[in-house]
């Protein structure tokens, strides 16, 4: 995974008329957790939307108080009706202690069906999974270029080497649809071979007298 520094701040005092504060602050409270006693802190909207509108996943060392604690986000709380980060929570990573974060999900290469007048759907545009900090990769890639109209991938598919993908095996992660272009495309082919069929018995047949 990148690597992202935050600065935080202990919050005081915790409530909700201590959150409504912060916020009018620009700024967005939060908990951090995993590593024994739960912290309370505040970091700067504008830092971390930064990182929440980034497609990547990233490590973070969150600095506050003189220390840096190394850790990821685990849940984010938006504002219904403004978007507005409102909440965070980030889960402290230990040696040793597998954690869980949602890679994106990528694809290479042109499919064979998207050639033929087909469209690519995406069903995932991340993959939950499970592992040691050290060995989640950045992002998880899929191949379609072999992919014709009607065929899939489904997570049985996949491989995250030293992860667990928490999903079920049967999940459909792509899928190459037919449209109405190539449905359009393939009566006009039918209708030529028709036409030129009948063109040939046509021809065939003896002249009338």
């Known amino acids: 995974m990148k690597?992202?520094?935050l600065s935080g701040s202990l919050r005081g005092s915790v409530g909700k008329k201590d959150a409504n504060q912060i916020r009018k602050e620009n700024r967005v409270p939060g908990v951090l957790y995993g590593g024994g006693e739960q912290k309370h802190f505040s970091v700067k909207e504008l830092d971390i939307s930064k990182l929440v509108v980034n497609p990547d996943v990233f490590r973070i060392q969150l600095e506050f108080e003189g220390e840096t604690f190394d850790c990821v986000i685990q849940e984010i709380q938006f504002h219904p009706v403004t978007d507005r980060i409102v909440h965070l929570d980030?889960?402290?990573?230990i040696p040793g202690k597998p954690v869980r974060v949602e890679l994106p999900l990528l694809t290479t290469g042109?499919?064979?069906?998207?050639i033929d007048g087909g469209r690519l759907q995406m069903l995932f545009r991340r993959v939950p999974v499970r592992g040691?900090?050290?060995?989640?990769?950045e992002n998880i890639?899929?191949?379609?270029?072999?992919l014709e109209i009607g065929?899939?991938?489904r997570v049985s598919d996949i491989e995250v080497p030293k992860c667990t993908v928490l999903l079920n095996d049967s999940n459909l992660l792509a899928a190459v649809k037919r449209t109405r272009a190539a449905m359009s495309a393939d009566s006009v082919e039918e209708g030529d071979e028709?036409?030129?069929a009948a063109e040939t018995e046509g021809g065939d047949a003896p002249a009338a007298e």
């Open 194 to 196: 028709g036409g030129d």
């Open 110 to 114: 042109t499919a064979a069906g998207v």
């Open 141 to 146: 890639t899929i191949d379609v270029t072999h």
């Open 151 to 153: 065929d899939n991938m």
């Open 132 to 137: 040691l900090a050290d060995d989640l990769p």
């Open 90 to 93: 980030l889960l402290q990573i």
């Open 3 to 5: 690597t992202a520094s």
